[in-house]
């Protein structure tokens, strides 16, 4: 009895750094950095080419960059109410529990472990081998397999580095956010300065109506979104959710939407649009004419801000595991965290071995129809949800309260962006929308009913325990938000 309330006064003498605890270590300069680091990433670089191919024209492809701006910014401060009214961490898995209920939140959960992450890592790693690899062999091809390799050792770095430290990594993630800036300012002052000494000629018939068709217009904007896509995961892990939120989202995507407008108002001036058509990488192309001597240093700057946007897909998309399983909607395995460092290791490790197998056997145009439809169909159920919320909780406290147009605004579009989808690319999404509904059975044999043999269970236990003495790793001692 003496021992045991030794044990206790021990226990209460803890203080916050010996606590086992998932830390939320995300201020507001962070917190605009891995926003700013996970929109700003390989879209800025290649999405222009299918923007402008989509639109008809220079000057409805700047419309076009300008409303995605407009879109990703309504479709951010959405998830700016829902992160503050919902203030657990969890991003999309607590939005859609709260508000639509348990199915489509475990759904969020399976699809994010299953596909999008993995799809959306690997998506960004080939960016990076591919820049980090071409400088070496062009004008030569360039080996597939080695692009791969150097893809595997960036995306196996961050994933160590995630695994050691959450302040490392938020470390890394401002300054490689840095140098993103830095090289898309590198851009735009070789463009402005052309411009302002009367380089127009490519602007002479910059709207030509008459080359836009609307079954042309969704692709563009949806080229233009994915250059944005990233900016609603920082609800993850963000202190001081109420005021650090929407003041991030806010200054970190007007930010983004004015570098990107001016990004391709350089690449205008400089290429004209057929040059710009004919590049695989309109970043060196333009280096090759704006920025002679400085041109081989733009394939490194660019890997380095694919190598930001990496972080912050590593970062984040773990903790909605993690979260799921405290909640008792996934293993609970992926709740336990390293007992010294304080990161959700199990949920990093656990997801690393689906991010190498899909990076070896996908490639970027396969991981972006395969991600694209299951990512905008929750995104899209989050708003319509934070709607049916509203209407039926009206006295719900909501610390940050958006204009009904804009979630309304968004919704709509999303579901558009889906429904278009299905039109244009029907066996990668037919393969997503397959791959989504297969949780269905297996939310109501593990979580709404559990009813796997017992024989499965001992396994599943056993593994765990094993998995967890080996890891080092421990439920939390204080409960987060």
Request: glycine share 6%.
């Amino acid at each position: 009895m003496g021992q045991t309330q030794v044990n206790k006064e021990d226990d209460n003498k803890k203080t916050d750094e010996e606590l086992v605890h998932l830390r939320r270590e995300i201020g507001l300069l962070p917190a605009v950095s891995f926003i700013m680091g996970t929109v700003v990433g390989s879209g800025i670089f290649i999405a222009p080419k299918g923007v402008l191919i989509n639109s008809g024209s220079m000057g409805l492809s700047l419309l076009v960059w300008g409303l995605c701006g407009v879109l990703s910014l309504f479709g951010a401060l959405c998830y700016a109410e829902l992160g503050t009214t919902f203030t657990k961490s969890g991003c999309h898995f607590t939005y859609l529990l709260e508000t639509l209920g348990p199915l489509p939140a475990f759904l969020r959960l399976w699809v994010e472990f299953l596909f999008i992450g993995p799809a959306a890592t690997s998506l960004v790693s080939l960016a990076f081998g591919r820049y980090v690899v071409e400088p070496f062999f062009a004008p030569c091809a360039v080996p597939t397999m080695l692009i791969k390799l150097v893809s595997i050792l960036g995306m196996t770095f961050l994933v160590a580095v995630n695994c050691w430290s959450v302040r490392m990594a938020s470390h890394i993630q401002v300054s490689l956010t840095f140098i993103k800036i830095v090289a898309l300012v590198l851009i735009i002052i070789p463009g402005v300065i052309a411009l302002v000494k009367g380089k127009t000629e490519n602007f002479q018939n910059g709207f030509e109506f008459e080359s836009l068709t609307l079954d042309r217009l969704p692709l563009a904007i949806y080229n233009g979104l994915y250059a944005y896509s990233g900016c609603s995961y920082i609800t993850l892990s963000v202190s001081c959710l109420n005021r650090n939120i929407p003041l991030a989202i806010i200054l970190s995507m007007v930010t983004v939407t004015v570098l990107y407008v001016l990004v391709n108002v350089a690449y205008y001036t400089i290429l004209a649009p057929t040059e710009l058509l004919l590049s695989d990488a309109v970043a060196v192309t333009f280096a090759t004419y704006a920025l002679r001597g400085l041109d081989s240093a733009i394939p490194i700057l660019v890997a380095l801000s694919c190598l930001a946007t990496l972080n912050g897909g590593i970062f984040v998309s773990p903790r909605m595991l993690f979260v799921g399983a405290r909640e008792g909607y996934w293993p609970q395995i992926f709740s336990t965290i390293h007992i010294r460092r304080h990161t959700p290791l199990p949920a990093l490790l656990l997801m690393y071995p689906l991010m190498v197998i899909m990076l070896i056997s996908g490639d970027i145009s396969q991981l972006m129809s395969l991600l694209s439809f299951s990512d905008w169909f929750f995104i899209a159920l989050a708003t319509l949800g934070m709607l049916i919320h509203r209407y039926r909780f009206p006295l719900h406290p909501r610390p940050f309260k958006v204009p009904l147009v804009i979630p309304v605004t968004f919704t709509v579009v999303s579901f558009f962006i889906v429904s278009h989808s299905l039109y244009s690319d029907p066996w990668n999404t037919g393969c997503s929308c397959l791959l989504t509904l297969s949780g269905v059975p297996v939310y109501y044999m593990t979580v709404y009913h559990f009813c796997l043999p017992p024989t499965w269970r001992r396994i599943f236990n056993y593994c765990s325990k094993q998995l967890q003495i080996l890891l080092e790793v421990a439920q939390q001692e204080v409960k987060t938000c």
